[in-house]
């Protein structure tokens, strides 16, 4: 095991939790090994907030075999992550969050209009991938796919993934996401 990996994953984790950009134990983080064998990913349903080491399972890319502490199973999606760290070599960690503001525009019908602020603006709305059941084998394919052009998507009626070159990037990026869908829902009341 990396220890290094896992201490990035632990304190990010507590990041996202102390941001209030996770609710319950929803979510989810992995970073890929230098070697690009083996993801390291939160284990099914922890708690973000008190998140330690044991909660973070080794998986193999090849098989999806994994090592695991106290019995626990990696999060169900990811088989989601996989997908994205094959069709992506330049991306290194991916972060999976239920945020409150961007998480409303993934639950209605209103789009997440892209803003200035984190590279370059390559449309007009944040990329959306439609709602498939969570842990499922549509929502990996749907979503890897569509992040082959994407560092950001908002899964319709289910939360935010963002992809990065490092953990840091990635998590920049869902906090970016957070905050552009903040000032639209502000905006959005304003303008009632």
Do not use: W
């Amino acid at each position: 095991m990396d220890n290094n990996i896992i201490e990035n994953i632990v304190k990010t984790a507590h990041h996202i939790y102390n941001k209030d950009m996770i609710i319950g134990k929803a979510g989810n983080i992995s970073i890929i090994d230098k070697k690009r064998e083996y993801i390291y990913i939160t284990a099914s349903g922890t708690d973000f907030k008190s998140l330690k080491y044991s909660d973070i399972i080794k998986v193999k890319l090849d098989d999806l075999s994994y090592v695991s502490n106290d019995e626990k199973v990696p999060s169900m999606e990811t088989s989601l992550h996989i997908g994205v760290y094959i069709n992506r070599n330049d991306v290194n960690s991916v972060v999976h969050v239920h945020s409150p503001y961007a998480t409303a525009f993934a639950f209605s019908n209103k789009r997440l209009r892209q803003q200035e602020g984190f590279g370059e603006i390559t449309g007009e709305y944040i990329a959306e991938v439609e709602y498939y059941t969570p842990g499922s084998k549509k929502l990996a394919l749907h979503t890897s796919n569509a992040l082959k052009e994407e560092d950001a998507v908002l899964l319709k009626n289910h939360g935010v993934i963002t992809v990065g070159k490092d953990i840091d990037e990635a998590t920049l990026l869902c906090e970016y996401i957070e905050g552009i869908a903040k000032t639209q829902y502000i905006t959005h009341t304003l303008n009632l």
